[in-house]
């Protein structure tokens, strides 16, 4: 079954950076588009971005453009999302979440959620 | 950007009954519009998707509809394990957005 298994919790200072992982399993890595949300504590949901595994292309909202950067590794099916220049408001659980086949979908499996802390 | 809101934001109901929750867009979205359920510690889970297509595994009791450009999710008869928070998303236009939320509770 499709499985997006994503890296333990982080405390963070302000302005540092933070790179969380999402290994993909139960389905074909490079077919399928990867999402980025994140959910600040008792709020909703904010779309961050996408990744192409297969050819690595990204597209960010303009909200982290200049601040996020979404890599993968195909050879071991893991996908990561850094977040750089941390303020306290980055203070969320941020999740990693399939997409389809093109780009603007809907999202049928996601991770189990990473709380970063942003706190000096 | 489209702004989605959810009505109301929080519903009040007994296991049994029949819940209906709202979801309006800023503007057009098409059908491009998905329900997720969102558990205490717990990931979203996709429920409904392109309006009215029910999810892999999810129970028959949870139907979307569209009128017009509102969209609407209804689950007939709650279960104990229904109450969570509802999400809505559109997918038509950049950037995919969410609704705030509708948290249904006992």
């Known amino acids: ?120 | 950007e489209v702004v989605l809101t959810q009505s109301p934001a929080t519903l009040s109901l007994s296991p049994g009954e029949g819940a209906t929750l709202s979801c309006r867009p800023s503007q057009s979205v098409s059908n491009s519009l998905a329900w997720y359920q969102q558990r205490p510690g717990q990931a979203p889970r996709l429920l409904i998707y392109d309006g009215f297509k029910r999810a892999t595994g999810i129970p028959a009791r949870f139907s979307g509809s569209v009128s017009g450009t509102d969209f609407t999710l209804t689950i007939s008869s709650l279960e104990p394990a229904d109450f969570a928070v509802y999400f809505c998303q559109q997918r038509d236009k950049w950037p995919i957005t969410f609704g705030q939320g509708t948290r249904l509770e006992i």
């Open chain 1, 1 to 120: 079954q499709v499985q997006l298994v994503q890296s333990g919790a982080e405390v963070k200072k302000p302005g540092g950076s933070v790179k969380v992982s999402c290994k993909a399993s139960g389905y074909p890595f490079s077919g399928y588009y990867l999402h980025w949300v994140r959910q600040a504590p008792g709020q909703g949901l904010e779309w961050m971005g996408w990744i192409q595994p297969n050819s690595g292309v990204t597209n960010y909202a303009q909200k982290f453009q200049g601040g996020v950067t979404m890599t993968r590794d195909a050879s071991i099916t893991t996908a990561y999302m850094e977040l750089g220049r941390l303020r306290s408001d980055d203070t969320a659980v941020y999740y990693c979440a399939r997409g389809g086949f093109i780009p603007a979908t809907h999202f049928d499996s996601w991770g189990q959620g990473t709380l970063v802390t942003v706190s000096s």
